[in-house]
């Protein structure tokens, strides 16, 4: 192989790596290029989520309060059952002594 033979082989390996280079580079940018409707359509989503998340903040918050207010009252209606049923307790034994002691007046 004389020189000239080596600088056309040399050139036609550049030239062709040259070109499978650019293709690659033209591929890569045609399938990761964003257009301004994608990034319309990523600012749109990107704001729907946000809404989704104060949302479902605040719904947690609304449910914490409702089961603090729920447990606060279900303490407060044991504590009124507890009284009533000691009051119902007194009672039932107090109306057992009454009758012990107006049968114990018939009998005598």
Known sequence: MNRTEFIIATAVILFVAFCLGWFASWLVHRFTRVTKADISELDRMAQALHEAEET????????QQREAEI??????????LRAAMDGLRDAR????????????QNAS
């Open 56 to 63: 479902r903040d605040q719904s947690i918050t609304y449910m």
């Open 71 to 80: 447990g606060a009252q279900l303490a407060q209606t044991e504590a009124e």
């Open 93 to 104: 034994s107090e109306a057992e002594e009454l009758r012990a002691h107006l049968e114990r």
